[in-house]
């Protein structure tokens, strides 16, 4: 790990923390029981910790070294972008909610899919905006 860190990179794992988001809200909110969910929680805490302690350390090397300016730029228009998004759907899952269409679990799901969607869809616009200069 001698390469330098970029903000793409910072971005990309972001993604890694949405699907975390995921894999914990299915764990607090499923209503069955299966053996194999024990060796799933404990593959999710593990790599939880290892990629945290890992990224901590990315982090803390991104921070001693020189700023891309441009890349900054791009990353607040797209969080603006995100943003907007995120608005969006959090009023059609809470109308969604309010009509009786889906329940407050099912609510939870969207949420917690929509940031997982939000992630995905951040780090694209972030690698096109990147990639095209702008």
């Excluded at 499923?30 to 790599?47: A, C, K, L, P, S």
């Excluded at 939880?48 to 803390?60: D, E, G, N, T």
């Excluded at 607040?76 to 109308?95: E, P, S, W, Y």
């Excluded at 269409?101 to 972030?126: E, K, N, P, S, W």
């Amino acid at each position: 790990m001698k390469s330098k860190v970029t903000l793409k990179e910072i971005v990309g794992t972001k993604i890694i923390y949405a699907v975390l988001l995921v894999f914990y809200y299915w764990m607090w909110a499923r209503r069955n029981w299966h053996e194999y969910y024990d060796t799933i929680q404990n593959m999710v805490v593990v790599f939880s910790i290892v990629f945290f302690a890992l990224q901590a350390f990315r982090v803390y090397k991104f921070s001693k070294e020189e700023k891309d300016e441009l890349a900054i730029q791009n990353l607040r228009r797209t969080d603006a972008v995100g943003l907007k998004i995120m608005i969006a759907a959090a009023i059609i899952i809470a109308f969604a909610c309010a009509v009786k269409c889906i329940d407050g679990t099912m609510a939870g799901y969207a949420l917690v899919g929509m940031i997982f969607v939000l992630a995905v869809i951040r780090f694209i616009i972030f690698s096109v905006m990147d990639s095209k200069g702008v």
